[in-house]
């Protein structure tokens, strides 16, 4: 059985960094990503990160430069740094994986609250 299990949300002042991290089991995984959602909001990519030979990884306009995805393909987990977090980040953070390049996402994490206070 897949599960995700994301960690590390929780409240924080405007500027401050929060990491997320999310551990994967059950299969084995050539894309993981975080996506986000907030109040009377359609859900966001947030960063992906895809394991091909090379790691590469791909940003939401709204956080490049302040939020960074890593992860161990070997142990089906993925992180993400958010720095100068900002009111506007509040939102369920959501940890996905794909088992294919080009597939849609297969399987969703719970999801975990960051809210980020001015």
């Known amino acids: 059985q897949v599960q995700l299990v994301e960690s590390g949300g929780g409240p924080v002042l405007a500027g401050g960094s929060l990491r997320l991290s999310c551990a994967a089991s059950?299969?084995?995984?050539?894309?993981m990503a975080w996506f986000r959602q907030a109040p009377g909001k359609e859900r966001e990519f947030v960063a992906q990160?895809?394991?091909?030979?090379?790691?590469?990884?791909r940003y939401g306009d709204s956080v490049k430069g302040r939020f960074t995805i890593s992860g161990d393909n070997a142990k089906n987990t993925v992180y993400l740094q958010m720095n100068s977090l900002k009111p506007e980040d509040t939102a369920v953070y959501y940890c996905?994986?794909?088992?294919?390049?080009?597939?849609?996402?297969?399987?969703w994490g719970q999801g975990t609250q960051v809210t980020v206070s001015a």
């Open positions: 059950g299969r084995t995984f050539r894309r």
């Open positions: 990160v895809m394991w091909s030979g090379n790691t590469n990884t």
């Open positions: 996905a994986a794909a088992l294919s390049f080009f597939s849609t996402w297969d399987y």
